[in-house]
């Protein structure tokens, strides 16, 4: 297109801003059936049910919002007035056939009650000029959803912007440089391309063949059960050759890390830490710190063992940030500090979670739940749906202010897809507090990384009660 | 437990080739060159050497050095375990030896191409799985990419800084000491190059919480010195460095730059306990050491050294060197040569040089009052530690 052409096609893609959808009225009001397969599938890996369970009012989690007028498994019929379908028709017919979502905003007004039937009406915000970016060259596109109940109350709304673009394609510089990384990764010895193999004596055997297994052997001594890492291979206590060993229960704590830099191991995926942790047992480790920012590590955190495969035939036992438990008394407004950090969660992106997240928020694309059409997406499995992602997130941050706060909106920017196989690990802190009527207002920010980069940045705001614990 | 050598042994020769990044010639050569200038420095003859001790890493053997140096008769000649630990352990052997009369004259050497042939800093990830317990102490942390002595080191660093809230300024402060000194030394490797503070928070990371110019150089180059009785020592025409105190330690559950198991890793307990030794030996306390050279591999564990050996409490290192205590003027003046930071990286065998340089009154970076000058040797492994002092 020429420089005309573009300011045209662009005035056109405005011509739809400002206006409106025909509403659209969920199908069922809010229900208790809903809501339990919601809550389940947002449930954190081991926590309790009674925590993971919708509130004892039986009221809808905030972040169930725009679940109620998703359509379902029965695609709706096409509303022609749709100003944001009519929008990304004309970009797809334009080339800008690729689409991700990149930001969404929802504002929740108050917890909705079971038996309200709720209406969710679309408008076009924005339409932005031509960006370029990483992906490529196209427009972001933002839109509004205001919910209203039966009476016509508004109760909540949700800002969500897209990036419509035509896959950028890789220069030849770019094409250059790959092809010498290619060549140069080609160069490097075979047995250099895994970590080092090792090294056992019949003495040190058991631990490896316990990493196999996916297990933390320390060596005990059957005589007096003294624990020794690195192993001995006699008893300095009692004289015993007689060494067996003990399973660690896998809890441990940071004693002390590095993350090497320089020079680069070919085997190794950088960044990466290399953590002294202090078994549960007593005994410390050299392991592995994973599933966590270096930025975000510290000594003295809580870690717990993941057995993890490293490359063909090499199973090494590592530690991550122990998830934190779900806080069952409420936080007070006056107990939080602007830069309080809230405990890491790691979250394992399991097929099993992206589909009971997907179906739990009633978003049946089939990216979410086919591996094959995620493969012709151009991911190599399925991956999370972004209200999954608002759930989980609304979640992580209701577990560290307890039951009775409430969450009050989310502004979030999704980033590197949380593809199946791999583990988010929620981080946050306490941006700023404000104290209102009754209540105080905090703003966590967070952030979710997975092995890609940042999947999500943003902001959650609850509402604290103030004063003693009632 | 009193030493039946101390004050009865002394250095009389020092002898190096140039320090480099490329020597262009074999260990062998360098090995010679540095044994040579030793035996003129101490005036002395080949024909008058009869032991000689190295390191059990030294690629030279004994046996090719005296073929090139013409030494025909040798009756002690042993070798120290344990890398840079050895260093100070070279000297504590060849002063046994002549002590006991096992030899008269015992030439002590390193010699390596560290930079051009055999880089220690590139990490162990080649080393062959095999089944022998020094390659299974491997496999406790190289599968899990802790592969270099830096990121070894920096393990102890981390802890250090977490318990006692030294920061990474604290390290550099080290590494500007060590090149203000190196500055002024014409053999050193950065001779005429001081670095700041600020130099060294800009240079880039090797390993968190270690950066750059918290590293020790590597270097091409050999070092040689000769050892005999004192009262041989002062027949000679040159000034003997008297062995006060020559020790070695090794503590409970020591392991390879890698003790992370001890209760507490902030310290250095066989620095402790070469410190305790030297002192009983020598009869002198920390209040009588001049100077020192403190092995500096890498700049954090200069650290713990000063609190090992009583120049201030623990954990308030960081405080001790903050206004220049370690730096030519101040209250210890350490690494007067620059350094391994500085100078060159010789396993800790220059340092010893430097320290025999000080006790005659002749180094670049001479305090005005030196009677007896600390050595020691590699740290975070099974060490060694001197006390040399004028003859006085």
Known sequence: MTATEDTAFLETLRSYVGRTGAPQTARDPVNSATIRNWCDAMRFDGEALETAAPDDKGRAPPAMLAVWTMPGAIPREFDPDCPRGKVFMLLQQAGFASMIGVNTEEEYFRPLEIGELLTGTLSLLDVSEQKSTALGVGYFVTTLTEFKNQKGERVGTWKFRTFNFKPRQPTEEELAKKKQRQEQQAKIPKHLLVRPRP?????????????QAGELRIQQCRGCQRLAHPPVVRCPAC?????????????ATLYSFV?????????MRYPYVVGVVELEEGTRLITNIVHCAPELVRIGMPLELVSQQTDPGLKLPMFRPAAPSVNRQTRRFEEVQTGEELPLRPIDVTTRRIVAGAIATRD???IHHEAAAARRAGLPDLFMNILTTNGLCTRYVQA?????ASVTGINIRLGAPNVAGDTMTLSGVVESRTALEHRGQVVVRLSGRNDLGDHVTGTVTVELPLGGRS | MAMSFSGKTAIVGIGATDFSKCSGRSTLRLAVEACEAAIRDAGVTPDMIDGMVTYTVDDNHEIDVCRSLGVDRLTHFSRIHHSGGAACGTIHQAAMAVASGAATYCLVYRAFNERSETRFGVGVQERAPLPTPMEVDFSWSSPFGLLTPASWVAMFAQRYMHEYGATTEDFGRVAVACRRHAANNPAAFFYKQPITLEDHQNSRWIVKPLRLLDCCQESDGGQAMVVTTLERARDLTGKPAVIRAAVQGSCDDQQMMKSYYRKSITGIPEMGLCAEQVYAESGLSAADIDAAVLYDHFTPLVLPQLEEFGFCKRGEAKDFIRDGAIEIGGRLPINTHGGQIGEAYLHGMNGIAEGVRLVRGQSWNQPKKLDNVLVTAASAVPTSALILSRDY
Request: aromatic share 18%; proline share 12%; glycine share 12%.
């Open chain 1, 364 to 366: 049946f694309e089939d």
């Open chain 1, 199 to 211: 090294a056992m004596m019949k003495e040190t055997a058991f631990f490896w063949e316990g990493a």
């Open chain 1, 239 to 251: 004289g015993s050759y007689d060494l067996g060993y003990r399973v660690a229960s896998g809890k």
């Open chain 1, 400 to 404: 560290w202010a307890g039951p009775q």
């Open chain 1, 259 to 267: 993350e090497p830099v320089h020079p680069p191991m070919p085997f």
